[in-house]
């Protein structure tokens, strides 16, 4: 069966961390770029991270810095770190799965999706 289960999400304070995690089964990992996008209440989604099949790392310009994007080919799974977290950073964590594209920031590239996992940054 094809799909991704992101887990990791929770209630924390302002400042704190967290560490999202996405595992992929049902298709050939390694091949496919990952990406991370979140989606707050009543806003659309908005892109916050993505790694390529090849390593290559890129970040939404306003979360540079606090957020890392890592994979981990040999469990099949991405991982979202989160320093420094804000409340503006409560939302629905999804992750996405894209083959053969390099429109990373594009949710509309993406083939595949998890079902979400939610972060609640309290002030």
């Given at each position: 069966?094809?799909?991704?289960?992101?887990?990791?999400?929770?209630?924390?304070?302002?400042?704190?961390?967290?560490?999202?995690?996405?595992?992929?089964?049902?298709?050939?990992?390694?091949?496919?770029?990952?990406?991370?996008?979140?989606?707050?209440?009543?806003?659309?989604?908005?892109?916050?991270?993505?790694?390529s099949?090849?390593?290559?790392?890129?970040?939404?310009?306003?979360?540079?810095?606090r957020?890392?994007?890592?994979?981990?080919?040999?469990?099949?799974?991405?991982?979202?770190?989160?320093?420094?977290l804000?409340?503006?950073?409560?939302?629905?964590?999804?992750?996405?799965?894209?083959?053969?594209?390099?429109?990373?920031?594009?949710?509309?590239?993406?083939?595949?999706?998890?079902?979400?996992?939610?972060?609640?940054?309290?002030?």
């Amino acid at each position: 069966q094809v799909q991704l289960v992101e887990s990791g999400g929770g209630l924390v304070q302002s400042g704190d961390s967290l560490r999202l995690s996405c595992a992929a089964s049902g298709f050939t990992f390694r091949r496919y770029s990952m990406g991370w996008f979140r989606q707050a209440p009543g806003k659309e989604r908005e892109y916050v991270a993505a790694i390529s099949n090849e390593w290559r790392t890129y970040y939404a310009d306003s979360l540079k810095g606090r957020f890392t994007i890592s994979r981990d080919n040999a469990k099949n799974t991405v991982y979202l770190q989160m320093n420094s977290l804000e409340p503006e950073d409560t939302a629905v964590y999804y992750c996405a799965a894209q083959l053969g594209g390099t429109n990373y920031y594009n949710a509309d590239f993406y083939n595949l999706w998890g079902q979400g996992t939610q972060v609640t940054v309290s002030s």
